[in-house]
Each structure stands twice: as C-alpha cells, then as structure tokens.
C-alpha cells in the first residue's frame, strides 16, 4: 500500500477532522490533541461523511446521526465490535501522508 500526500499539517488544527479523497474514496483525518489518525470518511451506520463531523475527546462524531468512532482503532463507542477502518497515516515536511489500499491509490 502506498502513502499518498492527502493535506498539509497546517490545514488539519488540533482536536479537528477534515475529509480529503483519494481517488474516489473518502477518508477522514482526525487531529486529536496533536496526534493525526485517518478512518474510512463512510460513516457504516447510514453512509455519513464522517471527514465532516466534529471532534469529541478520542472520537469522531457522524455529522447525519451522531454515532462515535475512535479516530485511532476506528471502534464503535457503544460497540467496539462495530468498527470502520483504520489507516496509517505519517507526517513528512509539513505533509500527511496517509498509507492506501493499492486499488485506490
């Protein structure tokens, strides 16, 4: 799998989540107190965009209906056995870097 320029540091502030594409999947980028995460941006619930919705202590938060996700394993807050998936991400120079499936980079 290999790592793809997604957004600059400075774009994403702390304690915030931004969606970005690759290809034409979505991820969600998740800043949490400094340290960046990346999730499937599809909420499984009912295909919300999770890359737009807000940041709550370790969890992004469905802007459609509210339902939780740890930005780091991608876990369910009320059932950790319900999940979306989770990526590497790194930063290099000021750049995100997140780690794709091969078909969709």
Same mark, same amino acid.
């Given at each position: 799998?290999?790592?793809?320029?997604?957004?600059?540091?400075?774009?994403?502030?702390?304690?915030?989540?931004?969606?970005?594409?690759?290809?034409?999947?979505?991820?969600?980028?998740?800043?949490?107190?400094? +340290?960046?995460? @990346?999730?499937?941006?599809?909420?499984?619930?009912? &295909?919300?965009? $999770?890359?737009?919705?807000?940041? /709550?202590?370790?969890?992004?938060?469905?802007?459609?209906?509210?339902?939780?996700?740890?930005?780091?394993?991608?876990?369910?807050?009320?059932?950790?056995? +319900?999940?979306? @998936?989770?990526?590497?991400?790194?930063?290099?120079? &000021?750049?995100? $870097?997140?780690?794709?499936?091969? /078909?969709?980079?």
């Amino acid at each position: 799998m290999p790592f793809v320029k997604v957004a600059s540091v400075s774009e994403l502030q702390p304690d915030c989540v931004m969606e970005v594409s690759v290809g034409q999947t979505p991820y969600a980028l998740c800043n949490v107190g400094g +340290r960046i995460t @990346a999730l499937s941006g599809i909420c499984p619930h009912r &295909g919300g965009p $999770l890359g737009q919705g807000e940041i /709550s202590g370790n969890y992004v938060i469905c802007p459609w209906h509210a339902w939780h996700w740890n930005c780091a394993s991608g876990e369910n807050d009320m059932d950790p056995n +319900r999940k979306v @998936a989770a990526y590497e991400v790194k930063s290099e120079g &000021g750049e995100i $870097l997140l780690n794709v499936p091969s /078909s969709h980079a």
